[in-house]
């Protein structure tokens, strides 16, 4: 078992695709930071100094504390505390793991969705095709941001105001995702209209094979390699659209901080002098975008097949 | 020529209609506007009453056909949040809006189209490798941090510009404009850098691609092989051939401007149609939001019928295109 498990990570890293990653070095070094996002924040209470949730464990003469390294700072505090007294490193720590869960979770719904009305749209063609497409195009023409600010301030008018709050992490993954699947269906429909005409769709059809069966089993994974490209971006824009909505204050509570609420808090303190506490969490999300975007640029120019 | 321009007048049509039947939906179903215009003592025969009156017992598609009569006379409802005709402020908020988004553009494109120029002609000189870095940094730097970055430096650390409102605004009939005084010049000039950013990143790696493979074809090559000079080459013959795309996603760029002018009017505090917006969505303020919708629906489709037929004038191939799949 671990023989064949080492021989197939050989085949990966032996393989084109693992040769063009080794060769680039902003590949490795953008997948590399990506990681360590995504490691600390899945053991964000392991990796992070104090609990920021646990509001009972903040002193407000802390509020406000600088950096470590600036005068008047405290080694408790490295990158300083925030307005409420809480330690900033931890307050992005976790704020990281809200945006990528709503991040991931956002996407994974806006993949579910498109992927299924591509391979729908393109395996059946005709009349489906053209309506599911139509409203598509309908969708393409408003700017994503647009889509989820609506999709979310309708969501709040429905619910009562004291459940804001509580749904917030849902409606934000719900709007996103929905938001973003005609990228993904537009690239399925495509490939799967180029497929659907190929020998082995037509052998599975003689044989009598379920046309869903056929999708899913067939068409689904020769289509994977762009929809994984997509994935990728669709990642880097639904963490910075919910970084945007959450700085519009329509998006995670104060409670729960996303590093878009911390900006947002932060920025009613630049005027009195209180930089760090929207500078750091802006420069963390900053970083995580640009490592998603450049892992999502390299496998897009690495899938390609006109470049090789 | 004219049956694509019927057609694809047919279809904005359609879109607008789509977008009106969600704005009517919004209006009809998220929130009760009996229980927004009366208040809590009123009992409910004389509800009843208002409710035949104001038509809200009709079938809904004829309530639908109401709403669009509506809609076209430019009759949106009141605001819940302030009680006033929701046409009157969205009007009064859309000037700010759009000069805030054309000033954008047009600094994105001056900037934009030379740097991708360079760096298209020149791909291996340090500037355009800094222009590279520079626009990826742009790309994944969120609009809002850039904004709140130059805020705090041109606001509190170097005293420099404005840093929230419209500054002094001079008012020419219904519009009102800030780029005709001093301090409306310096406020804009924040917002629009922030707001342009996105857009001159875009350009500039669009224009990069597109001359980077225009460059490499054989009618450039054999331009250089008649002697033409450079000059002739790089801006007659490959730039000319580069900006068929750039005009497209200029063009379709603005309707993404006005969009997200939403989060560089939040930043700044520019009194545009955004920031009204926000207000309407953080108060459940339906009417605001579905008449936004829709206005701005409008735009945008405005936007895209006008680039779709400028790009079937400029690119006689696509004509050719079509002659030739229709058998002719």
């Not at chain 1, 979770?105 to 009305?117: D, P």
């Not at chain 1, 900053?286 to 090789?308: C, E, S, T």
């Amino acid at each position: 078992m671990t023989d064949t498990n080492t021989r197939l990570l050989y085949r990966i890293y032996d393989s084109d695709i693992g040769y063009s990653f080794r060769k680039s070095r902003i590949a490795v070094a953008a997948t590399i930071v990506t990681l360590i996002y995504f490691l600390a924040a899945i053991f964000a209470p392991l990796v992070a100094p104090t609990n920021p949730y646990d509001l009972a464990s903040l002193n407000l003469s802390d509020a406000f504390t600088p950096p470590a390294w600036v005068e008047g700072g405290s080694s408790k505090f490295l990158i300083g505390a925030d307005d409420q007294g809480r330690d900033l490193l931890s307050a992005i720590i976790f704020g990281a793991r809200m945006s990528l869960l709503v991040g991931f979770a956002s996407t994974f719904l806006a993949f579910v969705i498109g992927v299924s009305v591509g391979l729908v749209a393109g395996f059946r063609g005709g009349m489906v095709d053209a309506i599911l497409m139509r409203i598509a195009d309908i969708q393409l023409s408003f700017p994503a941001i647009l889509v989820a600010l609506l999709i979310d301030g309708v969501a709040r008018s429905v619910m009562p105001s004291d459940m804001h709050d509580t749904i917030a992490l849902w409606v934000l993954i719900f709007s996103i995702g929905i938001s973003g699947w005609v990228n993904f269906a537009r690239t399925v429909r495509g490939s799967c209209m180029v497929e659907r005409g190929k020998e082995y769709v037509q052998a599975a059809r003689v044989i009598g094979i379920k046309s869903t069966t056929i999708m899913v089993r067939h068409l689904l994974p020769n289509v994977m390699g762009p929809v994984l490209v997509i994935a990728t971006i669709q990642l880097a824009v639904a963490i910075l659209l919910e970084a945007a909505l959450s700085f519009l204050g329509v998006g995670m509570p104060l409670t729960k901080p996303s590093l878009g609420t911390l900006i947002n808090t932060g920025q009613n303190f630049l005027y009195s002098g209180e930089w760090w506490i929207t500078i750091f969490p802006g420069v963390a999300l900053a970083i995580l975008v640009l490592a998603v975007n450049l892992v999502g640029d390299w496998m897009r120019d690495a899938l390609n097949p006109k470049l090789r | 020529m004219i049956a694509f321009a019927v057609r694809r007048f047919i279809q904005a049509i359609v879109v607008l209609l789509a977008v009106s039947l969600i704005a009517f939906v919004m209006f009809k179903y998220v929130g009760d506007p009996i229980s927004q215009m009366v208040g809590p003592e009123t009992p409910i025969d004389q509800r009843e009453a208002l409710r035949e009156q104001l038509g809200l017992n009709d079938p809904v598609p004829l309530q639908f056909m109401h709403y669009l009569g509506d809609v076209v006379q430019g009759n949106f409802g009141r605001s819940f949040r302030t009680g006033l005709a929701v046409d009157r402020v969205l009007l009064e908020r859309i000037p700010a809006t759009l000069e805030l988004a054309i000033v954008a553009v047009l600094y994105a494109v001056v900037a934009g189209i030379p740097m991708g120029v360079y760096s298209g002609l020149y791909p291996d000189r340090w500037l355009s490798k800094f222009f590279q870095t520079v626009s990826l940094i742009g790309i994944s730097l969120p609009t809002f941090f850039v904004g709140v970055i130059l805020i705090y430096i041109f606001g509190p650390t170097l005293n420099l510009l404005p840093t929230f409102g419209r500054g002094e605004v001079v008012h020419i009939g219904f519009w009102s404009t800030g780029l005709l005084t001093v301090s409306g010049l310096k406020s804009i000039i924040l917002p629009a850098f922030t707001l342009g950013m996105f857009q001159l990143t875009l350009i500039m790696r669009l224009v990069r691609s597109e001359m980077l493979e225009v460059l490499r074809t054989d009618y450039i090559k054999f331009a250089r092989a008649r002697g033409l000079s450079n000059r002739a080459v790089n801006f007659g013959h490959a730039l000319k051939n580069t900006l068929v795309p750039v005009i497209t996603v200029i063009g379709l760029q603005l309707g993404q401007v006005i969009a997200f002018a939403i989060i560089t009017e939040a930043v700044f505090q520019w009194p545009g149609m955004g920031l009204l917006f926000l207000q309407a969505i953080q108060f459940a303020d339906v009417p605001v939001m579905s008449t936004y919708l829709l206005v701005v629906a409008v735009f945008f489709v405005a936007i895209n019928l006008v680039v779709d037929l400028l790009y079937y004038v400029i690119d006689p191939r696509l004509r050719l295109d079509r002659a030739v799949a229709q058998g002719g």
